[in-house]
């Protein structure tokens, strides 16, 4: 059974940085391709970044040069970096995994799901 943590949302203000944290436990955590998405308030879950098996990946354009994604294959742990945030970033964001080598950025091709983490960004 997968399981996913995450970890490290807050409060701040615009333009500062926050890095979340996503653990996973359960088969073979580099068999995932893993995912950030995120919820504002009244909004539909929308993707953030993705990071493939090979480390490839793939940002919204909302996020692009702002936000970097990354995976420790060792740690069992998937970092999304969020610097320059905007009150815009609003939202709760979270962690998927999907047992595949293709990137997508559809949420109902994402098996797993973590609880999510708040992050609001004050203006």
């Known amino acids: 059974q997968v399981q996913l943590v995450e970890s490290g949302g807050g409060l701040v203000q615009a333009g500062d940085s926050l890095r979340l944290s996503c653990t996973y436990s359960g088969r073979t955590f580099s068999n995932y391709v893993m995912a950030w998405f995120r919820q504002a308030s009244g909004k539909e879950r929308d993707v953030v970044a993705v990071?493939?098996?090979?480390?490839?990946?793939y940002y919204s354009d909302s996020v692009k040069g702002r936000f970097t994604i990354s995976r420790d294959n060792a740690e069992n742990t998937v970092y999304l970096q969020m610097n320059s945030l905007k009150p815009e970033d609003t939202a709760v964001y979270y962690c998927a995994a999907r047992k595949s080598s293709i990137i997508t950025i559809t949420p109902a091709l994402y098996g797993y799901w973590g609880q999510g983490t708040q992050v609001t960004v004050s203006s």
């Open positions: 990071i493939g098996r090979s480390d490839n990946t």
